[in-house]
């Protein structure tokens, strides 16, 4: 097992408290008070910078909160030059935190689109994705609000979103069954009603035929 170590450099600067400024106290005490309710000593050496850490972190898993990820597909191009193939965007990595449990949900996002008159940045996808993907999230959710994000602000002939994920809550805790991947998948306008489109978009993702 890979041990994840985070020496951050005000630890070693002693500007640890100043970067607390920001943190309410509240959220300070709130990440204290787990310490406690796991059997520690939040403070003790090692646990009396965790709980800035903490919130700082919490803040970066969940920046989806602070923006609307529509917005992203707000400028399109319409010049596709006469393009009617799919667009894929394969493998889009993210990290997010199941509701339930707030653990972490890891894994990749697979997005396709046939455009009917226009197009958009590629990176732009991948923003979308993760706008939805930070925050507190249920996979099924997070496949749709991507799936109905393109929908919306593109109007394409189809969509089709994949998402294939492990979840910590699964694999660390309460069954704890390791290696298990979760895929669900969002199909709209001609990925949904048409056979062949889908079979061709599910091939492209490498979706049931991996490498
Ligand atoms: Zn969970």
Known sequence: MQEVVDFDDDDRTGLSENRDAGVPDEVLEAVRTLIRWAGDDPEREGLVDTPGRVARAWREYTFGYAEDPKAHLARTFEEVGGYDEIVLLRDIPFQSHCEHHMAPIIGRVHIAYLPKDRVVGISKLAR?????????????????????AIQEGLDPRGVAVVVEATHACMSARGVQTQGVTMTTSRMM????????????VLTLMKIGNPD
């Open 128 to 148: 979308v994705a993760l706008g939805y993907a930070r925050r507190l999230q249920v996979q099924e959710r997070l496949t749709a609000e991507i799936a109905d």
């Open 189 to 200: 306008g001609v990925f949904r009603d048409d056979e062949r489109s889908r079979k061709e």
